[in-house]
Every structure is written in structure tokens, then in C-alpha cells.
């Protein structure tokens, strides 16, 4: 066979001769579209404009719908693991699919999955699994923190409800991705089944998810794991898959707990075993920024804030950036705290996870799980806040730090005895300061020589100064520095602003990044009061110190107003003539504030002698020199505005201890004791004006020229120069009007050129050069933009335009806190997505920790600003169409709304045509209705689900409902009908007195000119009340009321919505208790459980219809009415006529015998001719009707007769027409 | 067994003293959390709250539904647990020892957040120098609040009667409409001011004054633009008020629209030395001057309306160019940490050498906290 296809010719391509040559031609031209047009021109032609605008409709509809509403992509670089929820009923096999999947990835075996398993899946990727267990509370629970659900359904047994259940749970708190996986595939013998089954799952799975879900077939087990294979191509698509934001989830920060410790004093616990825990939970944090002191939720537990949250290093960190395209083994992590594979020990701050799989390289191992041991440990170092340990782990480093360190850190510590307040402030944000201050330390070290010789000179004189009793001159200082205050407020700053222009700026830049920060932190700790003080040093950007000054004078009241305007003028003096502007301005200052510095200086000195020793660990070396970095940077940007704008962030930190103090709900932030006199003041926007400066003069008014249009220009926005620059960039377009081609070559030609030039210069790497390579760079980059702007000109539509917008705000967004270290970082946004964090929650259920179980998932979902309120709910509500009932009102119904659950009675209400909301009983059918509520304030548009119970399972599909919340309110307006009868008891014309509808008077007047009606139908208004009987009045009706009348009024009666707010507190149930939550009972329930049985209104009851028999009265007409009428109309009178009178009385005859006799004859003689004549009268008669049948029939024959003869005579007439018309048509012919 | 924790666990912020007291009332307000503010004036002759802070607090009522006000007594302490704001049509005669500005600026920091749009007619002081007076509200925040994305129809600041300082009689008609999100602003670059406009008002006194604070003015400010233009705004009759006085706002705008202002207001009849118009003109010039050389995209007194906004913002990055920050802004700055928990990055951009714009810039930069309008209803 080869050889025969070997055999067959090849095709001759022509390479000359006409159709070489019309081939030519026609690749030259290309046979475009216009091409075709201009061969078949009819085919291009419009046939019929409205199928043409019809499909463009068409067209633009499909393109539409593609679109989504364009977000800010918020991802953050490095992404928290994805969280895989595996929901699937029980003995479906999610335990051995989770192990699978591990096994997969990481190459260990787990034994137990118990809580969250964190892994590395990918270079850019790792994975938390969650087992969701059948409960509904879990399930709900997850559903709202999944990104993705892999939904196990037994293909042998089919769905089960729970997977329906999941979906609509998912349905209504945002559609998370969702993956089926048919289990249970080699049960079936017959592939035809099999394949039957397949597809019909996969149908069913499609109308529920959408078209096309993924759904994967796990066939048989080998060993008790599913086939190698197949697990790999699940974990492939996990690893490729991509998401689609969640509102809720973007909107709120939220943390699945991995881990959990409980930080309460063991001797508080051993004398009030029920007291509350403190506790701090461990996580990724997910979503968005998370704030410190926030409000969190625990679904199961509660609301909750948050004493303290701190980012960890990561335990289970992606991979450094590396070429390779695999992961290898020390990189695939796993971190599953809560995880029981045999010894579990949970400590402090460290978890020894046991793996004991046999095929894992030992020696790999230990590594592993080493790093992951050290990276909890120097968090602990890190973490100093966590003032709870006693640093106890850290064996290496504990005994080094243990004298200088701790010492050192005492120190401040102990200074601050003086003040009370502050002394507590310090602990927590000072350590994270003292971090930066010991890495800034660092940097000076290193850069010691450059920084300047004033620096050192400073740092000899401190080191004398020392710490010879702080206390003492603080106190000083405390005193004195209100009077400096006072002077440099009182003082104008004339000056300071002129040395704005001068020298300050240099010196600045040299001066600040060294001891800026520290100097602050310091000042901060020490008191409230010195903030001031440490104004005017920081001050020495003109304007910091402007506001210092302002402020303070407006705080001040003015009471002691002492000029001190020489001091404060000696300073600014001497300002203008520093050259380490720090050292000198203090030394300018008064002594006292020097003093402080001194300390604070010295102390951060001390910091930076102490570092070396400190660092102990590689990696913290690494990060202390980023953070150096970072800070150096930093601090280069913003001086000291910062600190004098939130120099209280110390305070607000510490104030748990404030709150402590008050022992009440609340804290205290800004207890300032120099404030306390300015609390007082007046309370206006206003920006007084710098009394310095001084606009007569020329040299002020020239200060300002250039913000007017009338003075000088930018170089980049100078018209001039914008000229040129067009002329730059367009010269070689000019040319190029004549043709089009030659457009994009010459654009071509100056970028290639540019990039030529870059690739040179980089070859070169000519230093001089820089400058220009920055301009052609930048011009580049403007082409480049001119480019694209003129390109996507042709079709930029609004929704590019927005898209744009949003990714440039994405960039933004991205690079704006980029180069900035995480401590600060975190100050500014918040805790960022994607970092493993600890939160200390105070004050726990103690159930929460003894009844801990780790298959039941703990989130913290942290709550909006106004969310921790409770409040009325409205919101659109529709009975689940599989829900077999009915939901009735004040029926207590539990709901899953935002991250919580909890029980609440709902009123059921529709809104009638004019906006009323009138009570339902029951929710309708097949309809939406409204539902009140009384619950916490939730964002309008988020979903909720109704169940009616979440203890045990029933064989029933429990969501009862769904729904949207629509709005918040303080009030509800929700009203039911409301009927008020009462009865006529005095009837005038179209008058009547009504009686029995209200008691007073009072209540009469308020429904004058209410309409009223009768059953019926009688319509009337109320006019005004009777003195008596009370709650009397009089109405007027359009027609006569009768007595038996009932009068109705028709009212709406605002109901109330009861409020009640139950949560769901499932998670405090003891272990194996948990889905047996109960709340409040329904009326049902409750008089069933407990036997009661209403006894019925009797009214209401149905009996035997009774009727008597109607008696209709006579109708009268009246006398003269009758006599009115006319005759026919008249009532006929039927009635017996009376006796007769006696006068119109006849006698009656009485016979005589003989008369009798006679008369008895006589009438025998008359009947006997009656009966002669009767019998002569048939005879007569009979005789008559046969002379009648003959005379007929003679008649009949003289007829026939008489019909014959007209015949013959018809026919020899016409005989003798025919003759006469042929013999005519003869002699026609003949002539 | 098990307990409930029922208590939503929303805590309250205690502050002391009345120094900055809107901006604590507005800020609970918005952020849901209570306040309670203690020894108001506790130590002063007259303790307790004042008329004005009554009159704010009566304001507020009147645009929140189920808000919980408790004073005590003496008035020295003050507990405010604010509910929804509901917006609608709000009448309120605001007390005369402030002017209305006072409680205009608390009501347009909460009136894009209102369940439906708002309408408030205000009456009193229109114009004092102790307040922002309504006039530069009008020309400098309603602009700066378009730019967060409140704007559109009924977006509206009307004078319709003025009222100088100590009679008052001035009535004013603010309308907003209402928004789901504000959105976040990049306002770095102010560019130069193109143009300089301004109103030179005058009631119950002769006409010729507000000619001649223009006169004054002008002089002043010509020599660096020549695009000025200062209406004069003489109201007669029922529309000029109780008091006489006269007064002038300038507003320098800018080629980006950023607005900065000035204005200077008569001293309240009976109250301190009279003014000269002239000087009058030329003092507000000045300030106007000063404000130009302070800078920034916003002006001195709008700052914690725009820091505000840009904390409320999406989840995004947010930047504004300030002049140097107010006290008032630095306290701001403060209570929106206690409040929203939210920190500024502040950086401090010095002019370079050759530059002549002004004194040093303050960028504030900032992520919101992402508020959305929680009191809007949806259908």
C-alpha cells in the first residue's frame, strides 16, 4: 500500500504560462470581499430591508448580550486559595474525592478531612477543600464562601435532594461555579444503563446549573481511590478554571477559619468553666479589604467585634518566581491545622501536622514542614501584639532577645509610667512601629556615613543625655510644652514660611528619613499633649507646622495667651540657618523637647545597635530589608503630616484598655488630655487665613503667579513646546496625507527607530544618555496613546469607554500601594485579600470552644458599615415552587440572609393598585408578595432563603422560599382591613342615627365625612356625632335605611411587625448535636405538641339551614290611586260576591201535582224529538258527504276529459306550426 | 445550653466636649454607629447645648426616620443613635446664631445618601462670617460633588431670600438627588485658573456698596487674570431679610474645574467695627489670594466634603490635591479613623524652586470603604 501512494504523481504547480500567471494575479489582488462584489454584484445587493434590519437587529442583540457590566478587576496579586466545597449526600464518596484530589497535588495522604485543607496546586494557585457535611446549617454556610462546588451525585441511586437543595442555596446567595461528578459508575453491569443514566443525569444537571455544566464521570474505585487518571483530569480543570466575582463576596471581607486558638487565662477558665473566650482564629482572608476593629459574623454564633486582627507570614505560600514549569516536591504545601491525621498537636503558635505516608520522601518532608514550622514561629516574633504569648516557642532567638530586647522594649514601656494612658497605649502599634524603627535603625547603619555628620554628632549627645530619669523632665516637658504650644501659635510664622523657598527643602530630604518616624512614635506614646511640641519639630515642611499652629489656636481658648514670639522666632530663626535641621531646631527649641527627642532618639538608636542580634532567621533579614526599603521610601514621601494627622492612631489602638475602663459598650478614641480644654470650641469649616502672609507684597503676589493662566507654563503643557511637539509627532504625518500605506509604516519606522535607539543605548548603557531615552520613552508612550486613541476612535462605544475606565482604575488601584510595606499598607487599606491572618475575637461563648468540631466550617464574614444594625426589612419573597405548604404569617421562619441565619417572624403583604401594603394570611401560590421583617440591615438586592426548620432532615425539600431584600426602614407600613359595624336605631328619610360603631364622641369626630355603607349596598357618609348615646352619630345614605340594615365602615389598621431576631447559634450545639438547632415554634406546632385544640367559634360552625316559610303581605293599592287607574289596570276583585239582597231575592216556585206531571211529560216528549231530529240530522249528514264524494269525482273525470282534448288540440296546433315553419324555411331556401 | 447572642454587637463611640459636633452627628449618621458625647460645656456658666446644636440635631430628626436623641437635663450629654436617612421634602427655621451654612454643609455630606432625594428649605442667616456662607456652598461644593457623581436633575442650591447676620429672614432651597455609589475621583492636577467670578451681594443697605467692593476688588485681582466678573446681588424688599449688611464671595476657577473661593461678610450689625466696603473687597480679594496660594483642587473649607466622598467611594483608589489641610480637616480626618476605620495616605508635594504656585500641596490618598446607599429603595 505504501508503495502505491508513493506512486501517485504529484500536483505541477504552474510556474509560468497564462494560468501561472492569472494565479499571480489574483493572489496579488487578493480575492477580498470587494471583490466578490464586483463578480456577483446581485448577491451583495439588498433584497429586502426589513429582513436587513432585521438581522442586524439580530446581530447587535447577540453582541449585547455578551457584554457584562464592567467591574474593577480588585483581584489582588497574589489571590487567596480558591475555595472547592465538596457538597454531595451521604456515602457518595466526598471524603475519598477530596483525599484523591490531595493526593493528586501534593503527593501526601490525609486520613480524616476535618476543616479547611489548604495545598498548592500551581505555580499561581493554590486550593482550600471544604467537606460539606448534610447538614443544611453547613451547607448554607459554604454556599455562601465557595468559589467553586464540586456536587457529588451517586450515579446508581441518582439525585438526592440535598444536591437540589445546594443549588437553590447557591442560586440565591450567588451562583459560584459549580462542577458535577457522577460517583458510583461501576455499579452499573450494563453499559447501556449506564450510558442511559449518563445522559439523563447530565440533562437534568444542565436545566439546573445552565447549558453545557461541566459534569465529570468518576467510574470505578481501584483500592478504595478513584482512577489515577480520571482524578488528574479533575484536578487539571480545577487548576484552569476561571471566576466570575460575586457581589456579596467582593463586598465583604470574609475568612474561613483554618484554625483556632483559645487564648483565655486556663485559671480563669478552671474557676468559671462557662466564662467567655477569648479566641483567635486563623485564615486567608477572602473578598475585600478587611479593616481592623471591625464587626464580624460567625454564622452559628453571632456578631462579634474584633479585638484585633494581624497578618501572618503565609503558611502555605506560592513559590518564588521560577522558570520551571512543574512544581517540585518542596513546594507542593499542605496546611490543614484543623486536619486530625494522628497527632495533631495544636500548640500556641506552631501545628505539627503527622503525615505518615510511606512514599513521601522523608528527608522532603521534614523541610516542609520546618518551613512551615518557622514561618508560624517568626510570625510570633512579628507579632508582638500578640501580647497574650509569652514567646515561648521561639527557642533559638528567645534567650538572645530575652535581655537586650526585652529590656529595650521595656524601656519605653516603663518610661511611660508617667502617664497611665499612654503607658497602656504603647503596646500593640509601638511594636509594629519599633518594626519599622528597627529596619529604619538598620538602614542608618548602613548608611550611617552618608546620612550627615550633624546626625552623629546628634546621636553622641543622646547617648549622654541617656535615660538619666525621663520621668522627671517629661513632667517638664509636660508643662512647659503647653506654654510652647501657646508661643508657636501665638507666634507668627512669617518666617518659617520664608525659609519654606530656602534651604529646608534640601536639608529635609537628608534629615527626614532617619528619624522622622521614630522620633514620632515615640512623642506619640508619650502623651497626647506633646503633640503639639512635636509639631513644631516636625514642622519643618512650612505648612505642617502652619496647620499645627492654627490648629492649636483654635483649639486653644485663648485663656493664657503669653507671647512667647521671641522663643518661637529664635526657632524659626535658627531654622533658616540649620543645616541638620533636626539637631539644630531642637536644640532652638525649648530644652524640654529637645530632652524628649533625645530620648526617643536614643531609644530607636538603640533599636538599631540591638538589630543584628535580633536577627536571628534568613528570612526575616530578606523582608527587613524590603520593609527598609520600603520605609525609606516611604518616609521620603510623607514627612510628618501623617503622624501629626493621626498621631492618636496609638490611642485608638489601645483603646480595648480605654474601653476597659469605661467597662462599657464605649471606647474611648481620643483621650487627649490638652483637648480636654478645647473641647469646647466653636465648630466651623472655616480656614482662617496665615496672618503672615502679607498680600500687599510684591514678593507674595509673585509667589503665586504661575497658578493663573497668565503665568509661565509647564515645559509639557507650555503652548509652545505643545506646538513643537505636534510638529514632531506629525511632521512625518503631514507627508503622508497623499497616501495611505504610508501611515502605519512611518509610525512603524519611529517606533522600530525608537526601539533601535533603546536597544543601542541599553548595548552602550551611555549614562549621559538617560534623559533623553526618559523623553523618547516618553514620547513613545504618547504616540502610543495618540495611536490607540485614533484607532479605537473608529468603533469606541460607551461600553469600551467604561471598560477602559474601569482598567485604568484597576492599575490605579494596583500600583498606588504597591511599593509601600504591608504594616503600612494594611494602615491605609486594610487588610488585603489573599494574606493569612489571625483575628482575636474577645468574649466567645465558652460553647464555642468545648463543643469546637472541625467539620463544621467557621467563617467570619465582616459586615458592611450599617450592617450590624437591626432594623425592618422589606423584601420580594415567593414560596419555593417545591415547597409543599404554604407559609403563613407570624409563622417564625429561619433565614439565610448576607452571612447570617437566624429566626424571625415575617408579615406577608401585597401592594395594592394605590401603593398600600395590605396584610396577607398566607403567601399566594404561584406569586411573589412582600414580607416585612424585623432583622439586621442587609444592602437592598441581596438574596435570602427561607427555611421553616433546620433541625434533622426531612424527606421533603426544606427551602420554603426565596427572595430579595428592597428595602430598609425604621418603620413599616404594612395594613390590614379592618371593618367597624354598626346599626341604625332611629331612621328618617334618607337620615339615619347610627349607633354602636365607635364609644366617644371623640372618636366620631375623627371619621366625619368617612363613607360608610350598608351590606346592602347602601352608601352614606358620616356627618357628625350625637351627644348621646355616646359614639352615636348621625349619616346620611342615598336611599332609606330599614332597621335590620348593618352600617359598615371600611378602615386599614397599620400592623405592627414583631421583632424578633433570633440567630441561628448552631455551631455552640455539643458535637454531634449541631443540626439539631430549634427555635421558636410555630402556633401549629406548639398546639400540637402540647395538645391543645381551639375550640371553635359556634357561629362558625356549619348546622342544618333552617327555613320558614316566606309570608308575603297583600299589595294595597289605595283608594283613590285605584280610582285613578284605568279599567285595565285596575286590581280585578276575584272575591265572592255578597248575598244577595233581600229585595233582588226571587221566590222559588213550588209545583202542583198535576202541574208536575205535565211537565214531566213534557219533557219526555222533548226528548224524544230531540233524539229524532239528532238521529235525521246523522242520516242527513252521511247522506250529504256521499253525494259530495261523487259530485268530486265526476268533477276529477270531467277534468282528465277536458285536459285530454286541450292536448290533442296542443299537439295538432303545433303540427301545424312545425308545417308552417319548415314550409317558411323551404321557400327561405328556395329563393 | 447554649446562649444567644442576641445584642448585635454594633458598639457606640464616646466622645467628649461639643468641639466638632456635627461632624460626629453626620458621621454616625452615615456610618450607623452611635455616639455619645459627654460634658458639653460642662465646666462653661452656661452648660449644656446650644440653641444652634439643638436647632442641628432637630434637622437631623427631621431627615432620618427612627433616630433615637437622648439629652440629659442639664444638656451636658448627648446620645445620638441614628437611623435611616429618608430624604423628602424638610422645612426648617435654623437657629440665627449660626447661618445657614452651618447646617447646609452637615446636609450636603448626607444628601446623596438619602432614601428619596431630598428638598429642604432652610431659613435664617444666609450669609455671616463665622459660616461658609450659602453663596460659596453654592459655587464651590455643588461643583466638587458632581465631580463624585451627584449630579443631574434636581442637583440645586437656590437663594431665595437673604439674611444677614444677626435678623436672619434668608431662605434657602437645597434639592439632591439621591445615589447607590459615589464614584472615585483622581483629582492631582488643579491646572491654572482660568477665570475668576464672584457675587457681590448687598440687602438693606444703599446699592452703591456692592459697586464698590467690586470696584475694590477688581483692583486687587487684576493684575494677575483678566477674566473677572463680580455680579452685584441686590435684593429689595421682602427677599433682602431683617438685617442690613453687604458682602462679597469670589471663586477662582480653574481649567480642570476645580473651584477655589473666598468671601468676607460685614460684621453683623451691632457687632464689632463696620467695614468699609472698599476694604471689604479688597480684603476678600486678598483672602481670595491666599487661598489661590494655598492651592489644591479643592478649597479650605470644602476639604472634608471631598475627603468625606472619597471615603464613602467604591473600593478604589481615590486622590485628591489639598491646599494645607484645616484643623478642621485634620479632625475630620480623625473621626472618619473612629468611624470607617479608614486611614488618608498623606503626602506632602512641595513646590520646586522656579515654581510660583503657592505653598505646599497635601495629596490625600485613600481606598473607600466602599459604601453603598443602604436607605434607597429598590423596586
Given at each position: ?222 483500592y ?8 488528574k ?11 466570575r ?55 452559628g ?11 501572618l ?32 498537636v ?11 505516608a ?20 517568626t ?47 504603647r ?75 530656602g ?32 509639631n ?14 492654627e ?7 485663648g ?65 527587613q ?33 480605654e ?21 469646647n ?18 514678593e ?107 482598567q ?29 491572618v ?29 450592617e ?70 442587609t ?44 346599626y ?39 356627618k ?88 308575603f ?20 276583585q ?55 264524494q ?42 | 445550653?447554649c ?11 464616646a ?38 446644636e ?11 426616620n ?17 437611623g ?113 467670578r ?17 470696584e ?42 476645580s ?26 480679594a ?11 483642587c ?68 485613600c ?13
Open positions: 500500500m505504501d508503495g502505491k501512494v508513493k506512486e501517485q504523481k504529484r500536483h505541477q504547480q504552474k510556474h509560468s504560462g497564462p494560468k501561472a500567471e492569472r494565479k499571480k494575479l489574483k493572489k496579488q489582488e487578493g480575492s477580498t470581499e470587494e471583490d466578490g462584489r464586483k463578480r456577483n454584484p446581485k448577491a451583495f445587493s439588498v433584497q429586502s430591508a426589513v429582513r436587513m434590519a432585521k438581522t442586524f437587529h439580530r446581530s447587535q442583540d447577540i453582541k449585547t448580550k455578551k457584554h457584562h457590566i464592567p467591574h474593577v478587576d480588585r483581584t489582588p496579586l497574589e489571590p487567596p486559595p480558591i475555595v472547592i466545597v465538596v457538597v454531595g449526600p451521604p456515602k457518595v464518596g466526598k471524603s475519598t474525592l477530596i483525599r484523591c484530589l490531595i493526593k493528586n497535588f501534593t503527593r501526601q495522604k490525609l486520613g480524616d478531612i476535618c476543616g479547611p485543607v489548604t495545598i498548592v496546586s500551581g505555580k499561581k494557585r493554590r486550593l482550600t477543600f471544604m467537606e460539606c457535611n448534610n447538614d443544611i446549617n453547613t451547607m448554607i454556610d459554604l454556599a455562601k464562601v465557595a468559589d467553586l462546588v464540586l456536587m457529588l451525585i451517586d450515579a446508581s441511586f441518582g439525585f438526592e435532594m440535598e444536591t437540589f437543595e445546594f443549588l437553590n442555596i447557591c442560586q440565591v446567595h450567588g451562583f459560584p461555579r459549580i462542577m458535577g461528578v457522577l460517583t458510583h459508575l461501576d455499579s452499573f453491569k450494563n453499559n447501556k444503563t449506564l450510558r442511559k443514566t449518563k445522559k439523563n443525569l447530565k440533562h437534568r444537571f444542565w436545566t439546573e446549573v445552565y447549558q453545557g455544566a461541566k459534569l465529570f464521570y468518576l467510574s470505578g474505585m481501584v478504595g481511590e478513584y482512577q489515577i487518571q480520571e482524578v483530569n479533575l484536578g487539571r480543570f480545577i487548576s484552569v478554571m476561571k471566576f466575582p460575586l457581589v456579596w463576596q467582593t463586598s465583604h471581607p470574609y475568612v474561613l477559619v483554618d484554625r483556632m486558638e483559645d487564648l483565655t487565662d486556663p485559671e480563669r477558665v478552671r474557676t468559671d468553666p462557662k466564662c467567655d473566650r477569648t479566641v483567635s482564629l486563623y485564615g486567608y482572608l477572602r473578598g475585600t479589604h478587611l479593616k481592623n476593629k471591625g464587626q464580624v459574623h460567625i454564622p454564633v453571632g456578631d462579634f467585634q474584633v479585638a484585633d486582627v494581624n497578618f507570614p503565609d503558611p502555605c505560600a506560592l513559590p518564588e518566581a521560577q522558570k520551571k514549569r512543574a512544581l517540585n516536591e518542596k513546594e507542593r504545601l499542605l496546611y490543614a491545622p484543623m486536619a486530625g491525621v494522628g497527632g495533631v495544636y500548640d500556641k503558635d506552631a501545628v505539627y501536622i503527622d503525615l505518615p510511606s512514599h513521601v520522601n522523608q528527608q522532603q518532608v521534614r523541610p516542609t514542614t520546618e518551613l512551615v514550622q518557622s514561618l508560624i514561629d510570625h510570633a516574633t512579628l507579632d508582638a501584639k500578640m501580647a497574650a504569648s509569652k514567646v515561648s516557642l521561639f527557642s533559638g532567638s528567645a534567650t538572645l532577645d530575652s535581655t537586650d530586647v526585652g529590656e529595650h522594649k521595656e524601656g519605653p514601656r516603663e518610661e511611660c509610667v508617667w502617664d497611665p494612658n499612654t503607658q497602656r497605649k503596646r500593640k502599634v509601638v511594636f509594629t512601629e519599633k518594626e519599622e524603627e528597627d529596619v529604619s535603625g538598620s538602614s542608618d547603619d548602613d548608611e550611617d556615613g552618608d546620612v550627615d555628620s550633624e546626625d552623629g554628632d546628634q546621636e553622641e549627645q543622646e547617648e549622654d543625655e541617656d535615660e538619666d530619669n525621663l520621668s522627671t523632665f517629661l513632667k517638664d516637658a509636660r508643662a512647659e510644652s503647653d506654654e510652647t504650644e501657646k508661643t508657636v501659635t501665638d507666634a507668627p510664622p512669617a518666617k518659617k514660611q520664608k525659609v519654606e523657598g534651604k529646608k527643602r534640601g536639608e529635609e530630604s537628608a534629615e527626614v528619613p532617619a528619624f522622622a518616624d521614630s522620633e514620632d512614635d515615640l512623642e506619640m506614646s508619650e502623651e497626647e499633649s506633646e503633640e503639639e511640641g512635636e513644631v519639630r516636625a514642622g519643618d515642611s512650612g505648612h505642617c507646622s502652619e496647620e499645627d499652629e490648629e492649636s489656636g483654635d483649639d486653644d481658648d485663656e493664657e495667651e503669653e507671647d512667647d514670639k521671641e522663643e518661637s522666632e529664635d526657632e524659626s530663626m535658627e531654622e533658616d540657618d540649620a543645616a541638620g535641621a533636626t539637631m539644630k531646631k531642637q536644640t532652638a527649641s525649648e530644652s524640654e523637647e529637645e530632652e524628649e527627642d533625645c530620648c526617643s532618639r536614643h531609644s530607636a538608636l538603640e533599636f538599631i545597635l540591638l538589630f543584628p542580634s535580633t536577627g536571628g532567621l534568613r528570612w526575616k533579614e530578606g523582608l530589608q524590603k520593609a527598609s526599603e520600603a520605609f525609606l521610601r516611604q518616609q521620603k514621601a510623607a514627612p510628618n503630616l501623617r503622624k501629626l494627622v493621626y498621631g492618636s492612631v496609638v490611642e485608638a489602638d489601645d483603646s480595648d484598655d474601653e476597659q475602663e469605661l467597662g462599657g459598650l464605649f471606647r474611648v478614641s481620643r483621650p487627649q488630655n490638652s483637648k480636654k480644654s478645647q473641647a470650641g466653636v465648630d466651623s469649616s472655616r480656614f482662617d487665613p496665615d496672618a503672615s502672609h502679607n498680600w500687599d507684597l510684591e507674595m503676589l509673585n509667589s503665586i503667579r504661575d497658578c493663573f493662566v497668565t503665568g509661565k507654563w509647564e515645559e509639557d503643557q507650555d503652548a509652545a513646546t505643545l506646538l513643537k511637539e505636534d510638529e514632531e509627532l506629525y511632521g512625518d504625518f503631514e507627508d503622508l496625507e497623499t497616501g495611505k500605506v504610508h501611515k502605519g509604516q512611518t509610525g512603524d519606522e519611529n517606533d522600530e527607530d525608537d526601539a533601535d535607539d533603546d536597544d543601542n543605548e541599553s548595548l552602550v548603557k551611555v549614562d549621559d544618555d538617560e534623559v533623553q531615552k526618559k523623553k523618547r520613552l516618553e514620547k513613545k508612550q504618547r504616540l502610543k496613546e495618540r495611536f490607540n486613541a485614533e484607532y479605537d476612535d473608529e468603533d469606541a462605544t460607551y461600553f469600551d469607554d467604561l471598560k477602559e475606565e474601569m485604568k482604575q484597576a492599575e490605579l488601584n494596583r500600583a498606588e500601594f504597591a511599593d509601600v510595606d504591608d504594616e503600612t499598607r494594611v494602615q491605609y487599606e486594610g487588610f488585603r485579600p489573599g494574606m493569612y489571625r483575628l482575636e475575637i474577645s468574649s466567645l461563648p465558652c460553647e464555642f470552644v468545648t463543643n469546637f468540631d472541625p467539620h463544621y466550617p467557621i467563617i467570619l464574614g465582616g459586615l458592611g458599615a450599617s450590624g444594625n437591626v432594623g425592618y426589612l422589606q423584601m420580594r419573597l415567593k414560596k419555593h415552587r417545591w415547597y409543599h405548604r404554604i407559609l403563613k404569617t407570624r409563622d417564625p421562619l429561619i433565614l439565610s440572609l448576607g452571612w447570617r441565619r437566624f429566626q424571625t417572624i415575617p408579615l406577608y403583604h401585597i401592594e395594592d393598585h394605590n401603593g398600600r401594603h395590605r396584610l396577607l394570611k398566607y403567601t399566594p401560590q404561584h406569586m411573589h408578595c412582600g414580607a416585612s421583617i424585623w432583622g439586621p440591615v444592602p437592598q438586592g441581596t438574596g435570602f432563603l427561607a427555611v421553616q426548620s433546620v433541625a434533622g432532615t426531612k424527606a421533603n425539600f426544606r427551602i420554603a422560599a426565596t427572595g430579595v431584600i428592597l428595602d430598609l426602614d425604621k418603620s413599616v407600613t404594612i395594613v390590614k382591613k379592618l371593618k367597624l359595624i354598626g341604625p336605631y332611629k331612621i328618617f328619610k334618607n337620615t339615619s342615627f347610627i349607633k354602636g360603631m365607635f364609644n366617644t364622641v371623640l372618636e366620631v369626630a375623627k371619621f366625619e365625612g368617612a363613607s360608610v355603607r350598608t351590606v346592602s349596598g347602601v352608601r352614606g357618609q358620616i357628625k356625632a350625637l351627644s348621646t348615646p355616646p359614639g352615636a352619630y348621625r349619616a346620611t345614605f342615598e336611599d332609606r335605611l330599614l332597621m335590620s340594615d348593618v352600617v359598615f365602615l371600611r378602615s386599614w389598621y397599620p400592623v405592627s411587625v414583631p421583632q424578633l431576631y433570633n440567630p441561628v447559634t448552631s455551631l455552640l450545639l455539643p458535637a454531634g448535636q449541631k443540626d439539631s438547632w430549634a427555635g421558636m415554634r410555630t402556633l401549629g406546632q406548639l398546639k400540637h405538641d402540647l395538645g391543645i385544640r381551639n375550640k371553635p367559634n359556634t357561629d362558625s360552625l356549619y348546622k342544618p339551614v333552617v327555613r320558614a316559610p316566606r309570608h303581605n297583600r299589595l294595597h293599592i289605595p283608594k283613590e290611586l285605584q280610582k285613578a287607574l284605568p279599567f285595565k289596570s285596575k286590581p280585578k276575584q272575591q265572592p260576591k255578597g248575598k244577595t239582597p233581600r229585595d233582588l231575592q226571587r221566590p222559588s216556585v213550588i209545583r202542583e201535582p198535576h202541574e208536575k206531571k205535565v211537565a214531566a211529560l213534557l219533557l219526555a216528549l222533548s226528548t224524544v224529538h230531540n233524539h229524532k231530529r239528532k238521529k235525521a240530522h246523522t242520516a242527513q249528514h252521511a247522506k250529504h258527504k256521499e253525494f259530495l261523487q259530485k268530486e269525482k265526476l268533477e276529477e273525470a270531467k277534468l282528465k276529459r277536458q285536459k285530454e282534448a286541450r292536448k290533442k288540440l296542443y299537439r295538432i296546433q303545433g303540427q301545424v306550426d312545425q308545417k308552417k315553419s319548415r314550409s317558411s324555411l323551404k321557400g327561405a331556401e328556395e329563393e | 445550653v446562649r444567644n447572642n442576641n445584642n448585635m454587637a454594633s458598639h457606640g463611640l466622645y467628649d466636649g461639643c468641639n466638632f459636633f456635627r461632624q460626629r452627628l453626620v458621621l454616625s449618621t452615615l456610618s450607623g454607629k452611635r455616639v455619645k458625647i459627654k460634658n458639653i460645656r460642662s465646666k462653661d456658666d452656661n452648660p449644656g447645648l446650644r440653641d444652634f439643638a436647632s442641628l440635631i432637630r434637622l437631623l430628626d427631621k431627615v432620618t427612627g433616630s433615637i436623641i437622648e439629652i440629659n437635663q442639664t444638656g451636658t450629654v448627648l446620645f445620638y443613635q441614628p435611616l436617612l429618608y430624604g423628602g421634602s424638610v422645612e426648617h427655621d435654623c437657629n440665627l446664631q449660626r447661618s445657614v451654612g452651618y447646617y447646609l454643609e452637615a446636609l450636603l455630606m448626607l444628601a446623596p445618601f438619602m432614601k428619596t432625594s431630598l428638598k429642604a428649605t432652610l431659613r435664617g442667616v444666609t450669609n455671616d462670617p463665622r459660616d461658609p456662607t450659602v453663596d460659596m456652598l453654592k459655587s464651590t461644593a455643588l461643583p466638587l460633588m458632581k465631580k463624585f457623581g451627584i449630579d443631574g436633575e434636581g442637583f440645586d442650591l437656590k437663594v431665595v431670600k437673604r439674611g444677614m447676620a444677626p435678623g436672619g429672614g434668608g431662605e434657602v432651597v437645597f434639592t439632591c438627588p439621591v445615589r447607590r455609589t459615589i464614584r472615585p475621583v483622581q483629582l492631582t492636577d488643579p491646572a491654572k485658573i482660568k477665570r475668576i464672584g457675587v457681590a451681594y448687598s440687602v438693606r443697605v444703599s446699592p452703591q456698596m456692592a459697586n464698590r467692593i467690586v475694590s476688588a477688581r483692583g486687587v485681582l487684576n493684575q494677575f487674570i483678566p477674566d473677572i466678573y463680580i455680579y452685584t446681588d441686590h435684593m429689595k424688599g421682602a427677599n433682602s431679610g431683617k438685617s442690613p449688611g453687604f458682602g462679597l464671595t469670589l471663586v477662582a476657577e480653574t481649567l480642570n474645574g473651584f477655589l473661593s473666598a468671601e468676607m461678610s460685614s460684621m453683623p450689625q451691632g457687632q464689632g467695627d463696620p467695614k468699609l466696603p472698599e476694604d471689604l473687597g479688597r480684603d476678600c486678598k483672602l481670595l489670594l491666599e487661598e489661590v496660594h494655598r492651592g489644591g479643592v478649597d479650605s473649607s470644602n476639604q472634608s466634603l471631598a475627603l468625606l466622598l472619597m471615603t464613602l467611594g467604591q473600593q478604589d483608589v481615590s486622590k485628591v490635591l489639598l491646599g494645607p489641610l484645616s484643623p478642621y480637616t485634620i479632625e475630620f480626618l480623625r473621626h472618619i479613623r473612629d468611624f470607617f476605620q479608614l486611614m488618608f495616605k498623606i503626602e506632602v508635594q512641595k513646590p520646586s524652586e522656579d515654581e510660583r504656585k503657592g505653598g505646599d500641596k497635601v495629596l490625600m490618598t481606598v473607600g470603604v466602599g459604601y453603598s446607599n443602604i436607605n434607597k429603595t429598590i423596586k
